[in-house]
């Protein structure tokens, strides 16, 4: 193999396929890339040959062709450092001594047998979907954070697809909260089937996917155990999460007694002023909905305290439906969600203190979140 | 030159008087004047307070109820009611609290507050207690006796002196004098055991205690009987705590008359602790994230192992099965073994605070039920209402 590439797209590309490579294994290949060049383009692969792989394929000038690994660390911080020049990579094929050099540096990495490397299968299914990438980047980014982090419960360490004709659901849930976006599909979708996606692949996903020119294609394999997110420069492939994904319609209130409508900006700000004081009380922020009286705009106060700290009260303007409500809830948990929301206004919809909160973006009815309050002493 | 001398220590020690009958009267005046016991009626009931009046007779509280009316069978029995008094309690330590920042509850009816410092003259820490004493009788209409002194054990002696609804200011320097002619039995924390081998060593008054030999103390009660003897002279340097800095932890134990082999038996005394600890959270609405459990074998040899939750618990329930799964846990460990002692304990207390989750309609279920049985022993006592113990159930 010997092969000249742009030290830029070298590393961005390197940069991509290494957030598949997992911190710790038993397979030590899997710390490495494969770097395969041929045709004029290297293509870079990386997986933990459990859930994920990314490939990512970069421009070069092909001498000879030929396939490699190295070690994903290793490689990325040297590449990464080099100044923005022409590398070359020559690989001694007996030795398997990959040398790389870039305007006077120069250094030899040690390479691993390719044919070693866990291959990433082929994902092939009828019915793939086309989505553009801002629109699934945007839906990605309202319902991963949602997924849980701990695998008690696996199958809610996902992001549910129900895929329709027209559109498709995403919905992620940890136990304590849910959130549910409705992706339209202009073009449509071939089949109606539900898949469980590791979230942990879509945040990856959504890191790539601003770079994409052209739309995302989303397959599923026959036998709905992957499926393959290809951008055209690069490649997701996930292994699907099998099992039943909760049924989350029955989480979401049909009904509140209270509708709490504010600014999201506001809401945000007042919800991390408060978060500072409710740091060392388990995150709880305290939020007071009071109607207001002919004339006068209701109110909503937003309060925290800390034990033998002090305390953080903020009074924003509310549009408020309803009677007056008390409810508490984490702060990361508000925050997290208020990240997402891109309209101006949210509602927030409550029942009880200790009844689901629903938040919905005012005048977008595709997002819905649930977030279950904290049973706290008023 | 001439440097200040330093301002004298001064703690008082303020015992609501026959506090429960004095509630109960201001529900009932017809009460006033009369000999009341307040308890249930029941065959193993005791008595909770008796009025003077009843003493009287050599009624008092923790006596069996038929032998208080035996003594004194006009005596007029009222049920207690706990709501009340803890309304009162709460109003009488509000004053306490305005009277001085360091103020300790020991008690419904009992407080000690630090008045070292307190007003300009020599005799500002007696003014403020006479000033909350008027405060308690003119906003509460209860009598309370105050002790002053220079140290907690002396001030709680002192109040004693001082019923009923009286003062008693033991002069500055002077608690050493005004413990030494009195009994032995008048020093809290001296058990009828300790009394007896005093009494056999010819000790009659806290005078004589003081001056005892300490080597001989040692001997005979340990480290314990130095304490004795120095909190006899008026030396005890425990500060009072202040309320604000609350309990880091609550528990309970519980040694047996016999050694216990029987494991549901040992999960039963488990689930007796869950609940009064449980009580105890939620009567000072506090969670706790460790459960602690405390095992001792017959041989003395004594285990603890812990479990932290990153949910802290509350209900009896979540109290209760994480003890029994300690146990559990110990007896893998260590093979199963009689049990002479056997403890429960919640630590790294936090707010009352918990998220819920959408499966939680369990924990919600368990917490009004917690509540609802708190606020029946509140009103109608502890004995009034215990949990079903089917066998099967329970231990899931």
Sequence with gaps: MRVACQQDQLHRGLSAVSRAVPARSVLPITQHVLVEADEGRIKLSATDAETIAITYTIPATVAQSGAITMPSRLLSDFVATLPRDEIEMNLAERSRQVSLSCARNAASIGGMDPDEFPPIPPVEGSGAIAIEADRLRQALDHVVFAAATDDSRPVLTGVHFAIGAASIRLAAADGFRLAVYELELPAGAPQ?????????????????????????????????????????????????????????????????????????????????????????????????????????????????????????EGEIDAIIAGEEAKIAFNSRYLIEVLNVITTDRVAIETSSPSAPGVLRPVGDDRYVHVVMPMFVQW | MTIPSPIPRRIAHFDLDTFFVAVERLKDPTLVGQPVLVGGRGPRSVVATASYEARVFGCHSAQPMTQALRLCPQAIVVPPD??????????????????????????????????????????????????ARRRVRGELGLAVSVGIAGSRTVAKVASDRAKPDGVLDVPVGGDAVFLAPLPLRDLPFLGPRAEERLRAAGVRTLGQLAQLDERWLLATFGSHGLGLARRA????????????????????????????????????????????????????????????????????????????????????????????????????????????????????????????????????????????????????????????????????
């Design chain 1, 192 to 312: 109606e089937r539900e898949v469980i996606v590791p979230a942990r692949a879509l945040g990856e996903l959504a890191r790539l996917l601003p770079e994409a020119e052209q739309p995302v294609t989303m397959t599923v394999n026959a036998a709905q155990t992957q499926v393959l997110f290809d951008l055209g420069h690069a490649t997701l492939v996930a292994n699907l999460i099998q099992g039943t994904f909760p049924n989350y319609q029955q989480l979401i209130p049909a009904s509140s007694a209270t509708r709490t409508e504010v600014s999201v900006g506001e809401f945000r700000q007042e919800t991390r002023l408060a978060s500072v004081f409710a740091r060392d009380g388990s995150g709880i922020v305290r939020l007071t909905a009071t109607p207001g009286d002919a004339g006068s705009p209701g109110r909503l106060l937003v309060t925290a305290r800390a034990e033998e700290v002090g305390n953080n």
């Design chain 2, 82 to 131: 706990f709501a009340s008094y803890r309304t009162a309690s709460e109003g009488f330590h509000a004053v306490l609290r305005e009277a001085s920042p360091l103020v300790e509850s020991v008690g419904l009816d009992e407080a000690y507050a630090d008045l070292t410092g307190i007003g300009v003259a020599a005799d500002g820490p007696r003014e403020a207690a006479e000033a």
């Design chain 2, 233 to 396: 002279r008026g030396i005890d340097p425990e500060p009072v705590h202040s309320d604000a800095r609350a309990a880091v932890s609550v528990s309970r134990e519980v040694t047996f008359g016999e050694d216990v082999t029987d494991l549901d038996r040992l999960r039963q005394v488990l689930r007796a602790h869950a609940e009064e600890i449980g009580a105890d959270l939620r009567a000072s609405e506090r969670r706790a994230r460790t459960v602690t459990l405390k095992a001792r074998w017959p041989d003395f040899t004594t285990f603890t192992r812990g479990a932290t939750f990153g949910q802290p618990l509350q209900t009896t329930e979540q109290l209760s099965s994480a003890g029994a799964s300690l146990l559990d846990q110990l007896f893998v460990q260590e093979g199963r073994h009689p049990v002479r002692l056997i403890g429960l304990g919640a630590t790294n207390l936090v707010e009352d605070a918990v998220q819920l989750g959408f499966e939680d309609g369990r924990l919600l279920h368990d917490q009004q039920l917690d509540r609802a049985i708190d606020e029946i022993r509140d009103r109608f006592g502890n004995d009034a209402l215990w949990r079903g113990l089917a066998p099967r159930r329970r231990w899931r």
